[in-house]
C-alpha cells in the first residue's frame, strides 16, 4: 500500500554533501514513521535515521552531527541531508516505513534503493 522511490544518489568526494529524497505513494504519508537505511558491501543493512509524522529524529552513532533526516508531509517527501561525507559511508541508501513504529501493522515498506559512493 506504501510506494517508496529514492534518488539523489551518486559519487562524491569525502568531505562532501549529498541529499538523498524519498518520494512515498500514500494517502497517510504524514502519520508515518519514516527510515532511512543503507547496506555497505559485504554489511548488513543498518538502521542510519528516523523521522515520525511530528518531526522527531533518531540517528545512528555513526552519522549523528553530519547526516539530517527531514520530512515535507506536503510533498509526501523525506530527505536525508549527508554532510563531511567519509568513505564508510558508501552504500546502497534505502527508504523505509515499518507500520509498527506508527501503529498501522507489522508491514515493512522499502524503497528500491540509492547508490552512494564517497572517494577518498
Known amino acids: 500500500q506504501v510506494q517508496l522511490v529514492e534518488s539523489g544518489g551518486g559519487l562524491v ?3 562532501g554533501s549529498l541529499k538523498l ?5 500514500t494517502r497517510i504519508f504524514s502519520i508515518l514513521v519514516m527510515g532511512w537505511y543503507r547496506q555497505a558491501p559485504g554489511k548488513q543493512r543498518e538502521l542510519v535515521a528516523l523521522i ?5 529524529t533518531n540517528y545512528a552513532d555513526s552519522v ?5 533526516i527531514s520530512r515535507d508531509n506536503a510533498k509526501n517527501t523525506v530527505y536525508l541531508q549527508m554532510s563531511s561525507l567519509k568513505p564508510e559511508d558508501t ?8 507500520m509498527a513504529r506508527s501503529g498501522l501493522g ?8 540509492t547508490q552512494v559512493t564517497v572517494s577518498s
Open 64 to 68: 549523528k552531527g553530519r547526516f539530517t
Open 91 to 98: 552504500a546502497v541508501y534505502y527508504c523505509n516505513t515499518d
Open 52 to 56: 515520525t509524522g511530528g518531526g522527531s
Open 13 to 15: 568526494q569525502a568531505g
Open 106 to 113: 507489522r508491514v515493512v515498506y522499502w524503497g528500491q534503493g
Open 21 to 25: 529524497s524519498c518520494a512515498a505513494s
